[in-house]
Nanobody, 126 residues
Framework: QVDLVESGGGLVQAGGSLRLACAAS????????MGWFRQAPGKERDFVAA????????NYADSMKGRFTISIDNPKNTVNLQMNNLQPEDTAVYYC???????????????????WGKGTLVTVSS
């Protein structure tokens, strides 16, 4: 069992930044690759970024490259998502997830993840 708890969401104006954190715990959580996903109102859940604990390999959705950065804080056992130049279309619930499929850092595996957090809401005002 892996437990994931997201934090850092909130309300921000367009052009602003937010830093989300995902605290991971549980059995062998470092064996999992970690991902961030988001779901906007009325839309499907989409992949944002992924990273591995072992070597820090990363993958990003094309639309996030250059604005979002995923990283790992090993002492705190957290996976962070730094989001810059946020726009109203970035408004969504952001979810942290874990998977044993490490190919998530080289290809799109959809949302076929093993564990999910409950999400944190990000609202970007215009």
């Amino acid at each position: 069992q892996v437990d994931l708890v997201e934090s850092g969401g909130g309300l921000v104006q367009a052009g602003g930044s937010l830093r989300l954190a995902c605290a991971a715990s549980g059995r062998n959580f470092r064996n999992y690759a970690m991902g961030w996903f988001r779901q906007a109102p009325g839309k499907e859940r989409d992949f944002v970024a992924a990273i591995t604990w072992s070597n820090g390999s990363t993958n990003y959705a094309d639309s996030m490259k250059g604005r979002f950065t995923i990283s790992i804080d090993n002492p705190k056992n957290t996976v962070n998502l730094q989001m810059n130049n946020l726009q109203p279309e970035d408004t969504a619930v952001y979810y942290c997830a874990a998977t044993l499929d490490h190919t998530i850092v080289v290809r799109d595996i959809g949302d076929d993840m093993d564990y999910w957090g409950k999400g944190t809401l990000v609202t970007v005002s215009s």
